[in-house]
Each structure stands twice: as structure tokens, then as C-alpha cells.
């Protein structure tokens, strides 16, 4: 009976000459030619703002988030504290809205005297190194939760709401946002915020792509 396997000499050949494991053998190697680093560099930290209370009260638990509470601004200024204390580089700003300053156009979004805008200035005048994203959407301002205006049937329409998101980020960025980030899904939004921004005199406001924050699990 004839042996079919293969020879050694058949299986080297056919083997690889890529071998990676070569690099993650020894720990030298592994530290040479890793890709990535993981450092506080590279975080962005997710904070949740209300109106509601005083800094003297407890923060309010996220029934879906365990761990994660809503803030006041002024409890913001000690989360902000202990970023920079810990060289985080930026706060991703997300408001929680009193419901009855909720309209079906989410004009709320465009007041500079807004959630956003005070939460802001009050982390930048105390910490004005330490970066702040906010998102440019009109969801968490709009009484139907819609990202922007709906007509009669219900349908989202996209030019007026584009309109609106420029405005808002216009408000963002006089309140000291460095970060725009628009989350809606409007065709069109990110020239024309870009557009804005800069005949507003704010050309070095940063626009972050929200494929880029999906990509980095951040909200994993």
C-alpha cells in the first residue's frame, strides 16, 4: 500500500515564508513592533449633564448605564478636574433636556444661553486646556426625539434641518466647544457646518467623523 502523506520536504515547501509569530516570540520584539499604544492620549470621556439640582446633591444613576450618573455643571467641574488631573484630552458633552423646553424643531439647540453653551464656558473658564466635544444633532432637543424637523407625515426634512445644525454649531463653537460632531443624518451637514464655521470665524473648530467614534467602541 502506497503512503499518500506528504513528505517533510513538501510540507516546508508549502508552508509560508511569512512567519509572524517570529515578532510576538519574545517581549523585545512585541514592544518593537506593536502598532498601537492604548494611553490616556488616546481617550475621550463621555459625560452626561442635566439642569436639575445643586452641587450638593447626588448625582443621578443611568438605569441603563450602570455606573454612569447624570451631572450637574458644577459636579461637571470636578469630572473635568480629575481628566485633566489624569491628562485625558477631551469631554464628550451629551445634555439632558427638561422636557418642557423640548420643541418639534429643537430650536432649543441654537440658544447660546442653552445646557451646552453653560456647561462649556463654565469647564473652559476653569480648565481651558482640556478639549470639549459636543454633538451636532437635534435629537435630545426636539419633543418628538426625531434627529430633526418632521412635516405633517412625519418624514424628517433635510434642508431645514441642515439649516438649524449650522446654527448650532455656530453656538457651540462662540461657547468654546473645539469639537463638533455631527451625529445626524442629514445629507449634506458636514460642508455646511464646515461652511459655517469658518465664515464665523472659527476655522479651527475640529469636525469628527462619527464613523470614527463607532469604529473606536466608544460606545462599547
Do not use: W
Not at 127 to 140: H, K, N, Q, S
Amino acid at each position: 500500500m502506497n503512503d499518500s502523506s506528504p513528505t517533510q520536504r513538501q510540507i516546508d515547501a508549502a508552508f509560508p515564508a511569512t512567519r509572524m509569530r517570529r515578532n510576538r516570540r519574545a517581549d523585545f520584539s512585541r514592544r518593537l513592533t506593536q502598532e498601537h499604544h492604548l494611553r490616556a492620549d488616546d481617550m475621550i470621556y463621555p459625560v452626561f449633564v442635566h439642569d436639575g439640582g445643586t452641587g450638593r446633591s447626588a448625582p443621578v444613576p443611568v438605569p441603563s448605564m450602570p455606573g454612569v450618573h447624570r451631572h450637574t455643571i458644577d459636579q461637571l467641574l470636578g469630572v473635568a478636574e480629575r481628566c485633566s488631573g489624569l491628562r485625558i484630552p477631551v469631554m464628550a458633552i451629551f445634555p439632558v433636556i427638561e422636557p418642557g423646553l423640548k420643541t418639534p424643531d429643537g430650536g432649543i439647540a441654537t440658544d447660546p444661553e442653552g445646557l451646552v453653551p453653560r456647561t462649556v464656558q463654565a469647564i473652559k473658564a476653569r480648565f481651558p486646556d482640556l478639549g470639549i466635544l459636543a454633538d451636532v444633532a437635534l435629537d435630545p432637543f426636539t419633543s418628538h426625539g426625531q434627529d430633526g424637523v418632521i412635516d405633517a407625515d412625519g418624514y424628517v426634512l433635510n434642508d431645514e434641518t441642515v439649516e438649524i445644525l449650522r446654527r448650532q454649531a455656530i453656538v457651540q463653537a462662540q461657547a468654546g466647544v473645539d469639537i463638533v460632531a455631527p451625529s445626524d443624518m442629514m445629507d449634506g451637514r458636514v460642508r455646511a457646518i464646515r461652511e459655517a464655521l469658518d465664515a464665523a470665524s472659527y476655522p479651527d473648530t475640529v469636525l469628527v467623523s462619527y464613523a470614527a467614534k463607532y469604529a473606536s467602541s466608544f460606545y462599547g
